[in-house]
């Protein structure tokens, strides 16, 4: 590699870490893991309610509807009580992560709970829908059975509407300006001082008192002039949220993301947790939305279920040829460290040891074995053999197992097995050429340290 090619490479891979390193990722990423939990009981609970769907056995249909039938309505209840406040979740954990990094890296007097309750008094500001009618802002009211508001507050059996997965990227932008409001009147310092003699609790609440003001002046605002132009934020907030949504469900769409994870892991960083911070919210809205029978592939998380199974490159399968069939000392050993972790999708002994980071050698089947899988995943999907993803699975769940959850159905499992060959196919010439290379290499070197 030239001395200039090396220089943009640096340059690339500084650019990028500063990125990954942000306040605003980082916080988005925590949020991101933040609602896994959730997400999964949700899931639990969702499968209660199907269950004669996931197991299509004679007569399970009816000794369902005489026992656990009975308590679907309760099952949807708790279904509803987590992916039904995602928005408030992930907003919530972001706008905390985000002001407890300011506080922590800025040393300012930020209470991290203090901007989660002011974040969620701003996201209610927003909540209901308003119009401007006969001179007078006015809640919405329709009893229209598809379209219930009340007060302005939307329902549907979901729960109210608009703190669900339709909320989240107005949840993040209300988060981000919360964290900033704040910072900025504790900065200039508008807030009240109580002596020290008070108690911390008590202090810590008058001290957000101004902020929390500013907060809500701000947020109320905004809203108001958009209201008066005929929409509100969440309407606007949907403009681009419907884009990037309408992107992730195309067949190019999905290859961009995965191209775009490995090819910053190829440079080192987290390439997945970086996307993810993207694509999440959105993956979880077409969750939510495929439960209600809408069909997209790009929901829950059809990357661990289906498309790079093993780890980050879809690696599963060569990471077992390797344990087994390598000539190379070093491939072998790496394959074997590697063979159970693969099998629960962590793979960074293969990413860091063999090593695929900066190794030009692996660099297009790590890229192309996992933009293989998603293709062929995508085409099962189109044309209809794949049922559609309505649980978001545990992301170490093994290949197979991850399928047949995130799709209730024993083609999820064959689908990610095909996947899994699929992305071995891809791998297999470039691995055994690099094998090769390498087990030459050390015949060569035990040759010098036996002449030596």
């Known amino acids: 590699m030239s001395e200039s090619q090396s220089s943009l490479r ?23 893991y933040a609602v896994i939990p959730f997400t999964i009981v949700g899931a639990i609970f969702l499968i209660l309610t199907v269950l004669p769907q996931a197991f299509p056995i004679p007569g399970f249909a009816g000794l369902y509807a005489h026992t656990l039938g009975k308590f679907s309505n309760m099952f949807t209840v708790v279904y509803n009580a987590t992916m039904g406040i995602l928005s408030l979740i992930f907003g919530g954990q972001f706008t905390y992560s985000y002001a407890k990094i300011y506080q922590q890296e800025e040393k300012i007097n930020i209470v991290p709970l203090n901007a989660l309750f002011m974040m969620l008094m701003a996201m209610f500001i927003t909540v209901p829908e308003m119009v401007y009618k006969n001179g007078s802002i006015q809640f919405v009211q329709s009893l229209k059975a598809d379209n219930i508001i009340g007060g302005g507050i939307q329902v549907s059996a ?10 989240l990227f107005t949840a993040i ?5 919360t964290v900033q409001i704040y910072r900025f009147t504790i900065k200039h310092n508008w807030q009240i001082k109580m002596p020290d003699v008070v108690p911390a609790g008590v202090s810590n609440s008058f001290s957000s008192l101004i902020p929390g003001f500013c907060v809500a002046f701000v947020v109320a605002t905004i809203n108001l ?33 995965v191209f775009f994870i490995h090819f910053l892991w190829w440079f080192g960083i987290h390439g997945a947790n970086i ?36 780890g980050s490159g879809s690696t599963l399968l060569i990471a077992w040829w390797m344990a087994g069939r390598a000539k190379s000392t070093q491939l072998r050993e790496i394959g074997k460290v590697e063979a159970v972790p693969a099998l629960f999708n962590i793979n960074e002994p293969f990413l860091f040891g063999l090593p695929v980071v900066y190794n030009v050698n692996l660099f297009v089947p790590f890229i192309g074995a996992p933009m293989a ?28 197992l991850g399928g047949y959850l995130a799709t209730l159905s024993w083609r999820g499992t064959v689908i990610a097995i095909v996947c899994a060959i699929v992305a071995f196919l891809i791998w297999y010439p470039f691995m055994k050429r690099f094998d090769l290379k390498t087990y030459k290499k050390e015949q060569e070197e035990a040759k010098q340290n036996a002449n030596a």
Request: hydrophobic fraction near 50%; aromatic fraction near 14%.
């Open 10 to 32: 640096d340059k690339l891979a500084t650019g990028i870490g500063k990125f990954a390193g942000s306040r605003f990722v980082r916080s988005i990423i925590d949020s991101g």
């Open 158 to 167: 979901s729960g109210v509407t608009r703190i669900g997965t339709t909320g």
């Open 173 to 177: 932008v209300i988060g981000w300006a």
């Open 225 to 257: 002039i958009l209201v008066l132009m005929g929409t509100d934020i969440f309407k606007v907030m949907y403009v681009p949220f419907s884009f990037v949504g309408n992107i992730a469900g195309t067949w190019w769409g999905v290859l961009l993301i």
């Open 275 to 310: 996307m993810s911070s993207f694509y999440t919210p959105i993956a979880l809205a077409n969750l939510a939305a495929n439960v209600k029978g809408a069909h997209n592939f790009f929901a829950g998380d059809p990357m661990n279920a289906f498309i790079i199974l093993g």
């Open 373 to 400: 899988s998603a293709i062929v995943a995508y085409i099962f999907h189109a044309i209809g053999f794949m049922p559609d993803i309505k649980v978001q699975q545990p992301w170490p769940t093994p290949i197979g």
